[in-house]
């Protein structure tokens, strides 16, 4: 059977979606930043083991932890989010209600992020 898609879309193989590739490789590399950030973040969570409010908030004001925790949070929203809008994009069919889902998908991922990174920054800010 013959393709009803152009050479020119067979040539930038971007498929049904329209974006190609660029998805599948933002959440790989999300994943594979976030392997060495998780350790990081592992590694304040043992200091934290144990340790009374005041040492958490102290800890958690380092500028370098501080830091860890943006980046952490930041990576994983963005992988979340992308997560998400792949399933959206490939098992909701409904036109009207997949654009809706993806607005409500980025605004879920991107508004989470800025009320802990809000919360990072008053802490380590204002002890």
Known sequence: MKSMRSGLARTRGLGAAGSGTE???RQRVTSVLGLPLVLGLLIVFWKLAGADYASARLLIANPVVAVLMVMVIVNF???MRLGAQVVIEDYVHRPVLKPLLLMINTGTAYG???VAVLAVIRIS???
Do not use: Q, Y
Request: aromatic share 24%.
């Open 77 to 79: 929203a963005v992988h």
């Open 125 to 127: 800010a204002f002890g």
């Open 23 to 25: 998805t599948f490789w």
């Open 112 to 114: 989470a992020a800025i």
